[in-house]
T-cell receptor, first 117, second 111 residues
Framework: GAGVSQSPSNKVTEKGKDVELRCDPI?????LYWYRQSLGQGLEFLIY????????KSGLPSDRFSAERTGGSVSTLTIQRTQQEDSAVYLC???????????????FGAGSRLTVL | RKEVEQDPGPFNVPEGATVAFNCTYS??????FFWYRQDCRKEPKLLMS???SGNEDGRFTAQLNRASQYISLLIRDSKLSDSATYLC????????????FGSGTKLNVKP
C-alpha cells in the first residue's frame, strides 16, 4: 500500500478483555516495529520484525503482550486480559529493512488508540 | 539516564522568529540521527535525517556535534504550521533495529 495502515483506529474495551491490533506495512518493507505512546509521553519500543528472522521482543512489557507477523507482511499485536495501564496509542512503523536504501527511516501508521475502562 | 533527552518546552515564538532545539544522547556509539515531527494526536513523520557535516532543508537546519553528543534543529522564519512536537531519534551502531526517541520538544508559533 501507499502507507502504513492500522486498524482499528480507536478501540474501547473493558478491563480483562483481549484486544487485537492490526498493522499493514508499506509493500516491500521488510522491517516492522510496534511502539506504544502514552499521553504526553515518548515512544516506547515493543517489538521488531525483520524478514524471516526471529523477532526482537525485548520491549514487550509483560507476557500478556504478543505479536506475530504472517507472511512477512501484516502484523497483529495482541494484548490479553487488558489492564487500565495498557491505555495508550499503539503505533506501527515499517522501514525498507537491512541492506536497503533508507533502511533505517521509519514510516508510521496513524496508530490505534486503545482505552481500557 | 535516558538514552535521548530533550527540553519538553513549550517554546512559544512569534511568526517569523528563529528557534533552535537541542537534543542530547548518552551513547557515543550512536550511528544515525533524525528529527521527526509529530502533530497533536497524529503519528510522527520524518522531518529530516541529520548528517555529520550538518544539513539544511529549506528553513530547517540540522547539526550534529559528536564530541558533545548532541544534535540540534534550527527553524528560521517560523510559520504557524510549524507548531508541533519535534522528536529527536537516535539509532545506535551496535543495534540497527533500535531507535531511541526523545520525549519531544513542543513548539507553538503564535500570530
Amino acid at each position: 500500500g501507499a502507507g502504513v495502515s492500522q486498524s482499528p483506529s480507536n478501540k474501547v474495551t473493558e478491563k480483562g478483555k483481549d484486544v487485537e491490533l492490526r498493522c499493514d506495512p508499506i509493500s516491500g518493507h521488510t522491517a516492522l516495529y510496534w511502539y506504544r505512546q502514552s499521553l504526553g509521553q515518548g515512544l516506547e519500543f515493543l517489538i521488531y520484525f525483520q524478514g524471516n528472522s526471529a523477532p526482537d521482543k525485548s520491549g514487550l512489557p509483560s507476557d500478556r503482550f504478543s505479536a506475530e507477523r504472517t507472511g512477512g507482511s501484516v502484523s497483529t499485536l495482541t494484548i490479553q486480559r487488558t489492564q487500565q495501564e495498557d491505555s495508550a496509542v499503539y503505533l506501527c512503523a515499517s522501514s525498507p529493512g537491512l541492506g536497503s536504501s533508507g533502511a533505517n527511516v521509519l514510516t508510521f501508521g496513524a496508530g490505534s488508540r486503545l482505552t481500557v475502562l | 539516564r535516558k538514552e535521548v533527552e530533550q527540553d519538553p518546552g513549550p517554546f512559544n515564538v512569534p511568526e517569523g522568529a528563529t528557534v533552535a532545539f537541542n537534543c542530547t544522547y548518552s551513547n557515543s556509539a550512536s550511528q544515525s540521527f533524525f528529527w521527526y515531527r509529530q502533530d497533536c494526536r497524529k503519528e510522527p513523520k520524518l522531518l529530516m535525517s541529520v548528517y555529520s557535516s550538518g544539513n539544511e532543508d529549506g528553513r530547517f537546519t540540522a547539526q550534529l556535534n559528536r564530541a558533545s553528543q548532541y544534535i540540534s534543529l534550527l527553524i528560521r522564519d517560523s510559520k504557524l504550521s510549524d507548531s508541533a512536537t519535534y522528536l529527536c531519534v537516535v539509532n545506535p551502531r551496535y543495534n540497527f533495529n533500535k531507535f531511541y526517541f526523545g520525549s519531544g520538544t513542543k513548539l507553538n508559533v503564535k500570530p
